[in-house]
Each structure stands twice: as C-alpha cells, then as structure tokens.
Nanobody
C-alpha cells in the first residue's frame, strides 16, 4: 500500500518560512520523481516544484528564489523549504510521486500566509 504523508503546514506571517515534508512508503522511492503541487480556493492545482530521481529540480516561476525542493532517499522523504512567504502562497499543498505509469498523491497540508 502506497502512502504519502505530508507535514509541516500551518499559519505563518508574510515574510516567514515553513518547511514541508512528505514521507513515502510502499514505493521504491529513489526511482520516483517527486513533486509539490498546491491548490488555492477556486483555482486549479498547479505544480510548485519537482525533483527527478536524479536530483534535477524545476520550479514555478513565482516561487523561484524563495522555495527549495530536496529529497533524502535514505529517509524516503521529500522536502519543500519555503522562505519569504507571501499571502498568495496560501493553499493546500500536495505531495506527488510519479514513475512511468504510477502516480500517487498525499492528502495535502494547509499553508496559510496571513498577518
């Protein structure tokens, strides 16, 4: 049974930081590309950051320079370090794992940026 469990969301003031974690089980983690998506109310889900099995990263333009995705294959965990947070970063953040025909999602964690 595949599980992706996100943690680290919460309420933070503008300019603050959060680190999201996604712990995976039931997959050969090192083979999977991992991604963080987000969905704000009334908006479509969008890819925020992704990291391939080889460690190549890509980012949504609006988070470049502020967010960093990383992975620890020994811990089967992917991280999203979010700095200089803005109110427009408020959303539910979802972890995704992808390999060939397999695509799995976590349950999501709420990030709210507000003063």
């Amino acid at each position: 049974q595949v599980q992706l469990v996100e943690s680290g969301g919460g309420l933070v003031q503008p300019g603050g930081s959060l680190r999201l974690s996604c712990a995976a089980s039931g997959i050969i983690f090192r083979l999977y590309a991992m991604g963080w998506y987000r969905q704000a109310p009334g908006k479509q889900r969008e890819l925020v950051a992704a990291i391939t099995s080889g460690g190549t990263t890509n980012y949504l333009d609006s988070v470049k320079g502020r967010f960093t995705i990383s992975r620890d294959n020994a811990k089967n965990t992917v991280y999203l370090q979010m700095n200089s947070l803005k109110p427009e970063d408020t959303a539910v953040y979802y972890c995704n794992s992808h390999h060939v025909m397999n695509d799995y999602w976590g349950q999501g964690t709420q990030v709210t940026v507000s003063s």
